[in-house]
């Protein structure tokens, strides 16, 4: 479900106080989506509580670190960034401490996607993924799988 909002300094937003004799209209197509407003608030105070938000860090950390641990024990120039939940693959070995630092590698990272997209996995084009509440332990250890069978069929393309 869609929803619009738009936000800025007091003396802006207080224009479109429709108390105000002379206050500015807005109109909107999503403006008072009372369902949208009603579930986003139940998602951020029911499901995705600080508990859900810190467990979902800690996986994402976990699988980035084990898929890191998985390419370097595979020899591969393969490389995985991110933070918490968001992990982003990347086909070199030397160390990405800023974007300059990136080597890009269009054709190895589409044959990333088609080959984990063949093992039932879909992620971005670009080698990003992110992780949500619903993706646990078990579907970790199914990507990681998958990947290691990315490393070893295509380590002739990877090997540094």
């Given at each position: 479900m869609t929803f619009g909002a738009f936000g800025g300094q007091h003396?802006?937003?207080a224009r479109y106080d429709q108390r105000r004799p002379d206050?500015?209209?807005?109109?909107?197509?999503?403006n008072n989506n009372v369902l949208s407003m009603a579930a986003g608030h139940a998602g951020l105070s029911r499901l995705f509580t600080a508990e859900a938000a810190d467990a979902l860090f800690q996986r994402g950390e976990r699988l980035r670190?084990?898929?890191n641990a998985l390419c370097r024990e595979a020899g591969a120039r393969?490389?995985?960034t991110?933070?918490?939940s968001l992990l982003t693959?990347?086909?070199?070995?030397?160390?990405?401490r800023a974007a300059r630092d990136i080597q890009p590698a269009a054709a190895l990272r589409e044959l990333f996607q088609l080959d984990l997209l063949d093992r039932g996995f879909y992620f971005a084009r670009r080698g990003m993924?992110?992780?949500?509440l619903e993706i646990g332990d078990d579907e970790c250890r199914a990507f990681r799988s998958a990947v290691e069978e990315f490393l070893t069929q295509r380590h002739?393309?990877?090997k540094v």
């Open positions: 003396e802006l937003m206050s500015l209209p807005h109109a909107g197509t999503f670190a084990d898929l393969m490389r995985w991110g933070l918490g693959a990347h086909f070199q070995v030397e160390p990405i993924i992110a992780l949500s002739g393309l990877l």
